[in-house]
Every structure is written in C-alpha cells, then in structure tokens.
C-alpha cells in the first residue's frame, strides 16, 4: 500500500515538533453490500474507503489526523497536522527504521468477495426471503442484508513496528414481521464470520431465515412479559452479549484508568463464582472479533480476564500499556483509519461448566428463559445494565411454557456475575455483533453456555 | 429546480464534479451524483490537559443509476478521478442486479420554494485552535466548581463544517454548506462502593454562544441528583419524562410515521390516518425549516425543498413523512422527508426535526400538581427494548420519585414499561420548557400516566 522508506520518513516527520511517539495505520477496503426489503432486492452498493490516519503522542497528549491521499506528500502533510496536534513546542530529529512483523494470519479464507459474482451474493438474498416467507403464512414482511469486505491494514509506528494484515468479513442479517390477532411481531436472526463467500457452504442461510421467522410467530401467540425481579436462564450462544457489555467494558484499561469502571483496583479479587472463567480471544479462527494483528499493530492474542472467578487481568493498547509499563494484549482497535484506536474487545466469552442444561431449567420452578438476547447498552461507572429479550419463554415449575412479548431486562454486571447460580456444560458463539464504545463501530464475537442468574429484573407490563 | 444554498461559498469544484457525473448519463438512464467535503477537529482535556486532539478532512462522492426501474448504487471515500470513474462504472454495473422496482426513480423537482436558513456561521469558521482547546478546558473548571462531590471522565469541544453539491438529470441540482460545534462534558459522582454518571452538552453554530454554564450545572446535577438512589418497588405510576427523555421517545414515535415503513407494513399506525390515536392536546410537527432545530435544513437528502408537515393535530393523525419513493408508491407526493446519511447510502425516509406543540407549564409546576410520579432523568437501551412495529416499550431507567407534589428521593435500576400506542393516548400533559436539543427532535416536559415501573 505504502513503500517501506516513504513510511519511514513520514513517521520521522511525524516526531519533528517533538512526539514521543507516531504512528501510520493506513486502510484500503473495498465492500458489497445488497438488500432485500418487501420481495425485491432493493440495490447492490459498491463501496470504497481508503486513507490513512497518523497518529503522534506527546506526554499525554495524542494529536491525531487523517487523510484520504495515500501519497507521500498527503501522507507528509497529515504527520504535520498531527504533531502540530500533539504539541505546540520545538522538538528535534529521529529517524525511524521499521521491521516487517511476521505474517499473523487468524483463518483462512477461500472464497475471496472479489471473485464471486453479484448475482451470486443477490441470490443468497432470495433463497432467505423465499426460506422466511414459506416458514408460516402469517409472514407478511421479510428483509434481508448481504455484506462483506475485505480490508488491507498497514500499521508502522517509530517503535519500528511494521505490520500488515488482511480481514475478509461476511455477513447476513434476516427480520421477519408477522401479523396476528393482536398485532404484528417482529424475528431477527443473523450468521457472519471473519471467512469469505464460503460462509453459505458453511452454514445453511434457509435454516437462519427459517429461524428469524419462527422467532416472529411465536411471538404471535406471547403474553406480555412479567414485571418484577425473578431467576433468568440464558440459552447458550444467545446471551454472551451480556457478559461484553457488563463486564468486559469494566476490564477495559482506558476505562479503569479514569476510575470509570466497576473493576478499577480489583485485580486478584474475587468478582464470581469458582466457575467462571471469562476470556477475550481475538485468535478464534473465523470468528466475528478475529483479527491478526490489533489495530496498533500488536499480534492478537488470548487473554484471560477472570479465572475461576478471580480478576486477573485488564485489556491493554499501547498507550494505557505504556503508561503503566507493561506489554499490549492486542486489544488497540478503531472503526477505521477516520479514528483513534482505544481498547476494546475481540471475542469475549465465558468457558463451559459442568451442569446439563436442561437440569439448570427443570431446577428452575418459576422464572424467564431467554433464548435471544437482543441489544444492549451499559454504564460502566455503575455497571449498571439493559437488554432487550428478542425471544423469551416463561419457565413454570421447571418447564419452558409460554413465549413473551419483547421486553427489557435490567440489572448490575458486578452483582449478575456473582449471581450466576448454575453453568451449563454446552458453550456456543452467539451471533456476531458491533460494539459502539464512543460512536466507533467494531465487529466482536460473544460466547457462553446455557446459565441461570439468580435474579434479574424483567421490564415486561404484565404483574 | 436549481438551488443554490449561499452557493457562493461552496467549492465550485464540488459543483462541476457532480454536473460532470450526471452529464454522462447515457440514454435512458437517471443518474445522481452527491459529492460532499468535510472537515472536524476534536478536542478532548482530562484534568486541564489536551488528551487528544484530531484535525480531519474528508471528501467523497456518492453515485446512484437507476435504468428500467432498477437501482445500483457505489460510492468511494475520495474524490480522485480515477476512483470516481470506477464509482459511476460500479454503481452502473450494480443495476443489473436490482428488482425492477415500478416507483423507483429520483427526485423530480416539486415546485415547493426552499426556505433559506443560514446553517453557516463565520466565527466558527475563524474560530482558533486555543480557544476550542479553552472552551474544553473552561466547562471541565465550571463543572468540578459546580459541585465537589464531581469527578470529571472527559470534557470535549467538537465542530465540523461540510459542503455539498447534488445534481441529478432529472433536474435536481442543489448545492450548500453548513457548520457547527458543540461541547460536552461526563461527570462521576462516587457513592461508597457506587459510581453514577452524568453528562451535559451545548450545542452553537456559533462556539461564543456555547452555554457552558448550563452544561456544567446539569452534568453535575445529573451524577449527583442519584447519590444514595435506591431500586423502586413495582407498581403502575405516572411518569414524567424530562426534556432529554422526551426527545428519545418522539425518536422512537417518528419510526411509527415513517411512509416508507407504513407501505411495507412495518407501522403500527398503517390504515389509522384521520384516526385519533393521541390525547387530544398532543400535536406532532415535522418542521426542518425552523432554524432552532439542531437539524434544521433548507433541503432533504434528495435535494428537494424541506418543509414544515403536521403529523398529528389534536391528537388525530394527519399524515405520514414520505420521500419521493415512498409518497410515489403511497399514491402521494414526497413530503420533503428523504434523508441521507451523507456520500456513503442512498437516500431514506424519515422525520427530519419533530417537535411537540408545547403547552404552558414548567417542569417545577408541573411536579408541583403530581402526587405519586415518578421523573424520569434518564433512559437507558431504548434500541433494545422498544420495538416500533408491536409498539411494546420497555427501557431501564433512572430518576427521582415525585411525592405529594416535591421530589422525593432517587431510584435507579428499573423499567418503565407500556405500549407506544398506549402512551400517546396516556399522556397528561405537554410542557412548555421547550429545550433545543442536539437530536432530531426537540425536548420538553413530558407527563404520561399508567405506566408500569419494575423494579423489587
């Protein structure tokens, strides 16, 4: 993407107002996109995106600029910019030699997006719609998303690191709308993986829509959901969510440094149960959060955070590393080369226990099970919490019994993981997601088997 | 129609590049080109220092072709030559593989005369790189002054300015430039072994208008109106929703009077139009051409003129926002409500600045009459928990208890629960603290009865 010696001068030029520290993580990625709404496939979009954004730290002050000009004085100007940012003072010379990083590669991929056809992406498209409206005929709207990428990274900082990557994402998301009686209700399901095209020889895109379908009519039949605090069992794979929002974001180190997390100085305490173990893994070949190297140019790795219920570690960029003196976790990541890497999560996940799964519902005499947990947020200051519960049944003396309307379920990240009572031995992935944290957009993949919290609050309107 | 917005000052580059695009069209072809250049700078200071600090520029274009009824679309993150032929030759190829779509087309100019508004403002402009860095630094002093019990976890000044040219062959051709910035604080406020949050904001064309002081005052307050809040037991109460929850809900209102959303039968409010389906004193405008509104604009995202649209009168529903697609398929007309997210995506449909007709009272007043309420501060996981095609609403919440017409103590951790139907028909009263908010709807006082609170 950028030769070897123009990298070398622009990060040396980068340091001239008198950075400590630059860097050039440069981008080029190219993108379908295809949609599908009321039976037609409403338009193929072809997408580009391709600049580089430098980055120069001074004590701690990050000066930051972007450009779309990949060219060494575009490149040139943009280190200017940054190290202007970064600091008003003089500074002095450096000159900065790179070395290549080894190749990480996380998977493989196959099926390359550019040597597939459109039609073949638009097809899949129909087979969706087509699997989704012939699941019931209460069906009456489907829609349906195609994507994938493929994006190069270059990373080079003044440390000497040079580090390229490649990710190739695809992705399809399905929602189905049914009508009933008493209204309309709506089905989700989605399937993506850091793969090619080989993604739909991999999984069957007729059972996914079938699935997002099935969630709306059952939905037909539910009952409001009910008010008040009560026992939660979370279906494995569908719940993991739950666990990167309520507490992953508390581990990251960005957020404890400021004292906005629940987590800040509690490394070797105890925070759950002798059975948890969570960990955040961005090496899991093909899963939604893999990547080869961090975007900081740092090898991705695998990193636990809780083990048997202690808190062992945080996750780490460079910078919260450095000022703290110790190694990266490979957690530096950004939405693109328009943003400032920060620390987030890859693949964060809780490991299998020991209980039968379905042992944990018949324990179970009155309560909620959730067998999609939908979208999320977080207060990481108070770890306080919301979900919404895509698809959810009543558990009635130890038996899954009627589905629920949508509703809310709220609670406390610290408390939930304390309160998780029993394990399931049946650990999947969830589907993939994009966590938000400050407005920046990055795929990360979730995990933990079937698990009863003792008691959540569920914000449904019957009593 | 040609539109030119204080066109003087858009880069006629800009201009050229998208006439140039649409004079390729070839014959029976629509072709639109949306060619944008922006610029921000960010500011963020973490106790008196800058921690970062980003200068970025960005340009891009945007191509849609749309031939027999079928649309392809492509865009690219620069405006270099090259890539721009290789975005129309893209977005050409990419019509292959659409639907024939009978009401696809582009915008045809409607007559409608476009408002003109100023969204640009010279001293931001000119405004220094010192002086966003003191107005950061400025609202982190005025907050930590405001109350001692506050930790601040960021203080940020952020502007922006873009221009943008649109044309298209069948006549659209528009072109304009706006600005603004804003500041924004988080604050922390410990409580034992318990952190809450707050945050406040201000939001200018003009960075000397920037109320700090009010932002500061409310960042503070919000972190710590919660110390010592307790979780509420469940029950059926009023609730009054404070100017930032209000805006939220109309947010999630607007999907449900959205025309595109109502022909492909995703509203719940499809086939009700002349139905009463609000309390009688609600009234719901649609209205980009007030220049108070943080999204004022003079045209909508395919370039038509943006106009003010009464969507519910009196309670009664009056209309659906529709673009030129969704007023064409409806059997209507676009009601100048096409937006887009900028050269990335093709243009949607939706509410541009809603505003409920305020009514007279304060939010004190109105307290002041309450006996068992609850005010609602703020919501959280709205995405989640409403879905605007049931209607079913559920969002965790936090607030203060209203008791005998005071407010009482705080409570946290809960979830105010009904239906979107029911709580446009349930609301009690319309404030008059109308409170102009970065959003796409404006805040004020909002009281709805019969609401279910969970909580212990």
């Not at chain 1, 039976?39 to 450009?67: C, L, M, N, P, Y």
């Not at chain 1, 945080?314 to 950004?334: C, F, H, I, T, V």
């Not at chain 2, 007043?365 to 309450?370: E, F, K, P, R």
Request: glycine share 12%; proline share 3%.
């Amino acid at each position: 993407m950028i030769d070897h010696d123009v990298l070398e001068r622009v990060l040396s030029s980068a340091l001239r107002s008198g950075g400590e520290f630059a860097e050039v993580y440069a981008e080029d990625k190219r993108s379908t996109s295809a949609g599908l709404d009321d039976g037609k496939i409403e338009q193929v979009t072809s997408g580009r995106d391709r600049g580089a954004g430098i980055r120069v730290v001074k004590g701690d002050t990050t000066g930051f600029a972007h450009t779309a000009d990949l060219s060494e004085a575009g490149l040139r100007a943009a280190a200017d910019a940054a190290g202007a940012a970064a600091s008003q003072g003089g500074g002095g010379t450096r000159t900065v030699a790179l070395t290549r990083q080894a190749d990480h590669r996380v998977g493989t991929v196959t099926q390359y997006p550019d040597t597939i056809t459109k039609a073949a992406k638009v097809d899949i498209l129909r087979r969706v719609d087509e699997a989704a409206r012939t699941s019931g005929s209460a069906i009456v709207q489907v829609s349906a998303g195609y994507g994938d990428s493929r994006k190069q990274v270059l990373i080079a900082n003044s440390e000497g690191v040079l580090a390229e990557d490649e990710q190739v994402r695809t992705l399809l998301r399905i929602s189905a709308v049914a009508n009933g009686d008493a209204g309309m209700q709506t089905g989700f399901d989605s399937l993506g993986h850091t793969i090619g095209f080989e993604l739909f020889d991999r999984y069957d895109v007729e059972e996914v829509a079938q699935r997002a379908a099935q969630q709306a009519l059952t939905k037909l039949k539910a009952r409001p959901a009910p008010s008040g605090s009560m026992p939660v069992v979370i279906k494995a794979g569908s719940g993991g969510v739950l666990f990167h929002e309520a507490c992953g974001h508390g581990l990251e180190a960005d957020l404890v440094g400021k004292g906005s997390s629940v987590y800040k100085g509690r490394v070797g305490e105890r925070v759950a149960a002798d059975f948890i173990t969570l960990i955040d893994d961005g090496t899991m070949p093909d899963e939604w959060g893999a990547i080869g190297f961090d975007d900081e140019g740092h090898v991705s790795q695998r990193n636990v955070l809780i083990e048997n219920g202690i808190l062992t570690d945080y996750m780490w960029d460079y910078l919260r590393a450095r000022k703290e003196g110790r190694p990266q976790s490979g957690n530096g990541r950004r939405q693109s080369y328009m943003h400032l890497p920060m620390v987030r999560m890859t693949n964060t996940f809780v490991t299998n226990g020991t209980d039968d799964p379905d042992d944990i519902v018949r324990s179970t005499e009155k309560g909620v099970y959730v067998a999609k947990l939908g979208g999320g947020s977080v207060n990481t200051a108070s770890g306080d919490f919301v979900f919404g519960m895509n698809e959810a049944y009543l558990i009635e003396n130890g038996e899954i019994t009627e589905p629920l309307r949508a509703g809310n379920l709220i609670g406390n990240g610290p408390k939930v993981l304390q309160d998780i009572d029993m394990l399931g031995n049946d650990f999947e992935m969830g589907n993939p997601g994009t966590c938000g944290k400050d407005g920046q957009g990055v795929p990360v993949g979730d995990g933990q088997p079937t698990l009863r919290v003792k008691s959540l609050t569920i914000g449904g309107t019957a009593s | 129609m040609s539109t030119a917005r204080g066109a003087h000052a858009v880069d006629p580059a800009l201009i050229e590049l998208a006439d140039k695009i649409v004079a390729q069209a070839q014959a029976g072809e629509q072709v639109e080109a949306y060619v944008s250049r922006g610029q921000e700078t960010s500011v963020r200071v973490y106790e008196g220092e800058v921690e970062q600090f980003t200068s970025a520029q960005s340009e891009g274009i945007g191509i849609r072709v749309i031939r027999n009824g079928r649309t392809g679309f492509a865009y690219a993150g620069t405006l270099d030559p090259a890539s721009v032929d290789e975005v129309l030759s893209e977005a050409r190829d990419n019509v292959e593989f659409g639907t024939p779509d009978e009401w696809a087309a582009l915008a045809t100019p409607d007559g409608v005369p476009v408002q003109p508004i100023d969204l640009w403002n010279e001293a931001l402009a000119a405004y220094g790189t010192q002086s966003k860095i003191f107005l950061a630094q400025q609202l982190e002093r005025l907050t930590l002054a405001a109350d001692s019990r506050i930790r601040v976890e960021e203080a940020n000044y952020a502007d922006g300015s873009g221009e943008v040219a649109v044309a298209s062959t069948t006549g659209i051709r528009t072109s304009g430039r706006e600005n603004g910035c804003y500041v924004s604080i988080g604050t922390l406020a410990d409580d034992g072994p318990e952190t809450h949050t707050g945050f406040g904001f201000a939001v200018d064309r003009n960075p000397g208008d920037l109320d700090l002081e009010k932002a500061a005052f409310e960042a503070a307050q919000r972190a710590t109106r919660m110390l010592g809040s307790t979780k509420p037991k469940s029950r059926r109460l009023t609730v009054v929703l404070d100017p930032f929850v209000t805006a939220q809900f109309l947010g999630v209102i607007s999907s449900t009077l959205n025309g595109e959303a109502v022909i492909k039968g995703r509203s719940l409010f499809a086939n009700r139009l002349g139905e009463t389906v609000a309390n009688p004193f609600v009234t719901l405008v649609d209205d980009p051409t007030n220049p108070l509104a943080y999204s004022a604009t003079d045209v909508d995202g395919e370039g038509l003129a943006a106009r003010r649209n009464v969507l519910i009168e009196g309670g009664v529903l009056k209309q659906f926002v529709h673009s030129s697609y969704s007023g064409r398929r409806a059997g209507t007309a676009s009601t100048g409500n096409a937006v887009r997210g900028g050269f990335k995506g093709t243009p949607g449909c939706g509410c541009l600045a809603l505003q409920l007709q305020p009514g007279s009272r304060s939010q004190a007043d109105i307290v002041s009459g309450l006996g068992d309420a609850v005010l609602i501060q703020s919501v959280m996981g709205l995405h989640s928990g409403v879905n605007a095609v049931s209607g079913d609403f559920s969002t965790g919440a936090s607030g203060v208890m209203i008791r005998n017409g005071a407010l009482a103590e705080p409570v946290k951790e809960f979830t105010i629960a009904s239906t979107l139907q029911r709580m446009l028909l349930d609301v009690a009263e319309v404030g008059g603290d109308v409170d102009w908010l970065p959003m796409g709807a404006a805040g004020l006082t909002l009281v709805v009865n019969d609401v279910t609170m969970s909580g212990d």
